[in-house]
């Protein structure tokens, strides 16, 4: 994979207190990567200190190779953002906005304003005043703003705050089709697990400004042990015999049997062991975690070996 944002054990100290711990990882051209904690967690701090708006303490931040430390100018023009809300002027049109912006930048011509517009589905609407626009629509006027100068990553923290369902998956979709259609690198900071899973790509998850883990999603969410769901009687037998062959396995009652986490691999010798041992077997499904699920089973791991 082409790398485009690269963190080098980046901390951030502040008033004497470890705000972001060493936190290294990669972002790569035409991946949506998610950045995902609690609020408090760190990822806006962390998001400050990629575009710029706060000094590193400790390591460095690469974009498209420039240090934003040592070469702050060719770093950051690879870069569009939107930390936190994006800010307009309320009393001009979303299209003077826009030209307002690109005078900020070289060589953004018309036909660039009109091609992002169209882009962000804003063309009905563009030349209103931005504070008859909703949330949604400012929303994606500043995603408009961030795109005018063709950045190679786009930084979004929080897009869907405060969105409504619809507008949520609209620009969940822009996203995904910025990444696909213009091999843009976009990094998306949130603290809503079933939006970051339909989104992303790669997953990186901070607690206490620590980088616990950086996974592609759906290997995060499947973890190494899958969850499965047998339809067994009887189920009080089944589990009997489970506990006896696998101690270290948790199995808990379902509506029609048992449930358990085991390795696939394990699956039709579990099978055999329980015909083996008059338990009839009727079903075996296995049953997909959620990105929450892993997320809390995850942090709470890493909680307990703190504590």
């Known amino acids: 994979m082409d790398s485009i944002v690269e963190l080098k054990d980046v901390t951030k100290i502040i008033k004497g207190r470890k705000i972001i711990d060493q936190i290294s990882f990669q972002v790569n051209k035409g991946e949506v990567f998610g950045f995902l904690g609690p609020n408090g967690a760190g990822k806006t701090t962390t998001i400050r200190m990629i575009v710029g708006l706060m000094g590193i303490t400790s390591g460095d931040i690469t974009i498209g190779g420039a240090s934003i430390k040592s070469n702050f100018e060719d770093a950051v023009r690879h870069i569009g953002a ?15 906005n826009l030209v307002h912006y690109a005078k900020m930048s070289k060589g953004i011509t018309k036909e660039k304003i009109d091609e992002v517009v169209k882009l962000v589905g804003l063309t009905d609407r563009i030349h209103d005043k931005v504070k008859t626009y909703s949330l949604g629509m400012r929303q ?4 408009a703003q961030c795109l005018l100068h063709d950045p190679e990553v ?15 998956r609209e620009i969940r ?3 995904r089709l910025l990444a696909r259609e213009k091999n843009m690198a976009v990094i998306v900071s949130s603290h809503l697990l079933s939006e970051m899973e339909m989104m992303c790509d790669r997953i990186g998850i901070i607690q206490n400004g620590r980088l616990i883990d950086v996974q592609l999603v759906q290997e995060f969410v499947q973890g190494n042990e899958v969850t499965y769901e047998l339809e067994v009687i009887p189920s009080e037998k089944a589990r009997s015999i489970i506990q006896n062959h696998y101690s270290d396995v948790r199995v808990s009652h379902s509506r029609n049997g048992v449930s358990l986490e085991l390795a696939k691999e394990e699956i039709p010798n579990l099978i055999k062991l329980l015909v083996e041992g008059n338990v009839q077997v009727f079903g075996v499904k296995e049953v997909a975690k959620t990105l929450e699920d892993r997320f809390l089973e995850v942090t709470g791991e890493k909680e307990e070996a703190r504590i």
């Open 82 to 96: 939107i930390v936190e809300n994006p800010e307009m002027y309320k009393f001009l049109s979303g299209y003077k």
């Open 140 to 143: 994606r006027l500043g995603l």
């Open 154 to 168: 786009l930084i979004l923290d929080e897009p869907t705050n405060g969105l409504d369902p619809a507008g949520i």
């Open 173 to 175: 979709d822009y996203l």
